[in-house]
């Protein structure tokens, strides 16, 4: 079983700045990627970030130069750092954990941007 607490959410104006970040706790093998995806209301969920456990990572085109993502894998924590926010970027934002053939979600947490 594998549990994923997402954090740091908020409500923040645009050029703003959030921290995310997300616990792992259960059985968690050592080869795995881990990632973020946002989903805005009335849109399709869509990918932010991944990163793998060696580092490395791929954004989307939307977030490159401002949102970093990085991992913790002793403490089996992801973090997402958001820089320059805009409106377009509220939605609810989606931690998850691929190992071999599984997908695992968090709850979510919302970042909403005002203009």
């Known amino acids: 079983q594998v549990q994923l607490v997402e954090s740091g959410g908020g409500l923040v104006q645009a050029g703003g700045s959030l921290r995310l970040s997300c616990a792992a706790s259960?059985?968690?093998?050592?080869?795995?990627?881990m990632g973020w995806y946002r989903q805005a209301p009335g849109k399709q969920r869509e990918l932010v970030a991944t990163?793998?456990?060696?580092?490395?990572?791929n954004y989307a085109d939307s977030v490159k130069g401002r949102f970093t993502i990085s991992r913790d894998n002793a403490k089996n924590t992801l973090y997402l750092q958001m820089n320059s926010l805009k409106p377009e970027d509220t939605a609810v934002y989606y931690c998850?954990?691929?190992?071999?053939?599984?997908?695992?979600w968090g709850q979510g947490t919302q970042v909403t941007v005002s203009s």
């Open positions: 998850n954990l691929a190992i071999l053939i599984s997908d695992y």
């Open positions: 259960g059985s968690i093998f050592s080869v795995n990627i």
């Open positions: 990163i793998s456990r060696s580092g490395h990572t």
